[in-house]
């Protein structure tokens, strides 16, 4: 999840009104260097280091029996320049989602059965990953689910840990895609709601576990079971089912929701792939459609964005006077963690195939390969080398009409009008204007997320300083994209971005819709591509690169729903089945 550039235009405009207030007039930039170094601020991760020497595998549990017979008996972390440290503090760090209740998580039962709803069980079934209790994480919740408060939300792990399954071993591979089934688990939530307060004997259990009198559990439970009612309609129509969510929906509905109410939500029909994370701070623009760029304050209104989808706490308001517009919106945002999350995510490296689990690549065939990834891919995903601290990736963002992949998610965006709802006649951040009735969905977020972040005034000065250290400075996009012109300002986002390859045999499906199961089935011509496929199982197919996708279980895609066409990318689909051969052997290596 992420914002649109022209809102992070506006982001770095009331963040240098912020940095005017609040930095000491004789406060200097600081000298860019090439790599970032330690800030004054303690380190949050003083806190993990303390006991991840004795905490197994970094926390990882593995399921007693999975559903789809992914069974693993051990579990492998790969070197990506994390340690424990790292990881298991990524997974945890409260960064301010308030999803539910964590009474009301822990102590509901199944819809169907006496069972709770937060067992390994149900959690295995949507594919999040189980972990120990360890003292950032005591209710040993899955990956990503993290305590704020008295309520339990989701952290960036949730959606960006993957793991892959071959002959008996597990792989965890931090910043890669997850499996998971959001929408499933959320619906199944709901039923769980619905039922404990439907029925009396489920009501009376709950309330003796979450020690709560009829009252306060029927408040509880309905407050809840009311915004699952009003949220997860929004996501039927083409469903993301495993391994995808239209997290851009979620975050535009969480924007109506707080400014013109759930009677206006929109369909959240654009489901995308889980974006794999590494190099994620290096890129000069982010996101499938290339809509967010690392420049000044971007990337901490990127990831605020980001807590917006997954259910922060913003109290939205009118703004009718200078002071008001000052002092901007209260929320449940840790921004100082955002930061930190930022600043650990440079030190993250792609995964290099692991030839002691998967099957040794073959370096002929690969060799062969090269030469056809210079030929057919290298123009739009450039090398990149994980090891050279001082690598920059410039995204190559290209049309619709060139790439020819589905529209939907990069049109959704981009031509989205939305009730402005308590903003409207109500001065926008900058103070520059008032908004009308209706505005493009791109505003409405840059009304929130820059209000935000006048209450989160040191986190900004921390980015800001951060990107001028590390020499991320606003640049131009690059790449065949329709030029934004003062008629249509957001006709860039009608494209999506090409991105470098390395440690793209973990982030399977693929094309930015996951509508292509292996990098194989991707050099088919498109007709030949597989029209319905198996989603949801972690085992690996080292020979096609992707994960096992024959059957019906546990989720099958339909690639005839408009948003899920796996049309376009036709590069490389004219080569010969040898060459096919060899150019997936070399993507391997990458």
Not at 36 to 54: D, I, N, Y
Not at 174 to 197: K, V
Not at 443 to 471: C, F, H, M, S, Y
Not at 521 to 526: S, Y
Request: charged content about 20%.
């Amino acid at each position: 999840m992420t914002l649109p550039n022209t809102t992070n235009r506006l982001v770095g405009t009331v963040c240098g009104l912020i940095l005017a207030g609040c930095a000491p007039k004789s406060a200097t930039a600081p000298a860019p260097t090439p790599e970032p170094t330690a800030e004054t601020r303690p380190s949050p991760l003083k806190a993990v280091e303390s006991f991840a020497a004795s905490v197994a595998d970094r926390g990882a549990v593995l399921p007693q029996s999975d559903p789809w017979g992914d069974d693993a008996q051990q579990v492998r972390y790969l070197d990506q320049n994390w340690g424990p440290v790292e990881t298991i503090w990524y997974y945890y760090a409260d960064q301010g989602s308030r999803l539910i209740p964590r009474d009301t998580l822990l102590n509901l039962e199944r819809a169907d059965s006496t069972e709770p709803f937060a067992s390994p069980e149900t959690f295995t079934r949507y594919r999040y990953l189980l972990q120990a209790p360890t003292p950032n994480n005591p209710d040993g919740l899955p990956v990503g689910f993290a305590r704020n408060g008295d309520h339990v939300g989701l952290t960036c792990a949730a959606c960006h840990t993957g793991q892959i399954v071959y002959e008996g071993t597990a792989v965890r591979i931090d910043g890669a895609p997850s499996m998971a089934d959001f929408n499933g688990l959320l619906a199944e939530l709901e039923a769980s709601l619905r039922a404990t307060l439907a029925d009396p004997e489920k009501l009376a259990r709950f309330c003796e576990a979450a020690e709560l009198d009829e009252a306060q559990a029927r408040l509880s439970l309905q407050q809840s079971l009311g915004f699952f009612e009003s949220y997860n309609p929004t996501f039927e129509t083409v469903p993301g089912g495993y391994g995808r969510l239209d997290a851009i929906g979620g975050i535009v509905n969480q924007a109506i929701r707080f400014t013109s109410g759930t009677g206006n939500l929109v369909e959240a029909d654009a489901p995308t792939s889980y974006p794999l994370l590494w190099d994620a701070p290096r890129h000069d623009y982010l996101q499938w459609t290339g809509f967010s760029d690392n420049a000044g304050p971007g990337s901490l209104g990127r990831n605020v964005g980001e807590v917006v989808g997954v259910y922060g706490d913003i109290q939205v308001t009118g703004l009718r006077s200078e002071r008001d517009n000052k002092a901007g919106f209260h929320s449940s945002i840790e921004a100082h963690n955002l930061v930190d999350m930022e600043e650990t995510m440079w030190k993250l490296q792609s995964p290099v195939w692991p030839e002691d689990v998967l099957p040794a690549i073959d370096t002929a065939r690969a060799e062969r390969g090269a030469a056809l990834y210079a030929q057919e891919c290298a123009s739009c995903h450039a090398l990149l080398d994980r090891d050279d601290s001082k690598r920059r990736v410039t995204a190559q963002i290209i049309g619709l009409e060139e790439v020819g992949t589905d529209p939907r998610t990069a049109l959704n965006l981009a031509d989205a009008r939305l009730p402005t709802g308590v903003l409207e006649g109500t001065l926008t951040p900058d103070g520059s204007g008032v908004y009308g009735s209706e505005a493009p969905a791109a505003e409405v977020l840059g009304a929130i997320i820059p209000n935000i972040l006048k209450q989160n005034k040191a986190a900004v000065i921390r980015t800001v300083a951060n990107a001028k250290r590390w020499d991320m400075s606003d640049k131009p996009k690059q790449g065949d994209h329709p030029p934004d012109t003062e008629d249509d300002p957001f006709a860039s986002w009608r494209a999506y971005k090409a991105r470098p390859l390395n440690g793209a045999w973990a982030s399977a499906p693929y094309l930015h819709n996951g509508s292509v199961p292996t990098l194989y089935d991707l050099l088919l011509p498109v007709g030949e591509r597989p029209a319905q496929f198996a989603v949801g199982r972690w085992s690996y197919d080292p020979v096609k690169v992707g994960y096992v996708s024959d059957g019906e279980a546990p989720w099958v895609l339909d690639t005839s729903l408009p948003g899920n066409q796996n049309i376009g990318h036709t590069y490389g689909t004219t080569l010969s089945d040898e060459d096919r051969w060899a150019l997936v052997e070399y993507l391997k290596t990458l």
